[in-house]
């Protein structure tokens, strides 16, 4: 059983900072592409970054030059590094792992979720 561990979400003023960790089975940030998603309420979910096994790291254009995705050294952790928040980025955070090779760009294409943490910026 594959379990992502998402941590670090909470609440911050429009500007400030916060940083997400999820924690994932090595083998899992060795072999694959990592993501993370969010949700805002009423919202559907949608992908925020992608962090392939090599090559650069993709955003959405909502959060490009304020939010980096990153992992360990080791790769049993995934980060994402908020800055400049804004209170559009309000939403439970969830980060996610294909069992294809690739990011796909679409939460379908994900099999493996965390239990999400929430972000609350104002």
């Known amino acids: 059983h594959v379990q992502l561990v998402e941590s670090g979400g909470g609440s911050a003023l429009a500007g400030g900072s916060l940083r997400l960790s999820c924690a994932a089975p090595q083998n899992m940030l060795n072999n694959y592409c990592m993501a993370w998603f969010r949700q805002a309420p009423g919202r559907s979910r949608e992908g925020v970054a992608w962090i392939p096994i090599v090559g650069p790291a993709s955003y959405a254009d909502s959060v490009k030059g304020r939010f980096t995705i990153a992992r360990d050294e080791a790769r049993t952790t995934v980060y994402l590094q908020m800055n400049t928040l804004k209170p559009e980025d309000t939403g439970t955070y969830y980060c996610?792992?294909?069992?294809?090779?690739?990011?796909?760009?679409?939460?379908?294409?994900?099999?493996?979720w965390g239990q999400g943490t929430q972000v609350t910026v104002s």
């Open positions: 996610a792992a294909p069992t294809v090779y690739g990011c796909p760009a679409h939460q379908s294409g994900y099999t493996y």
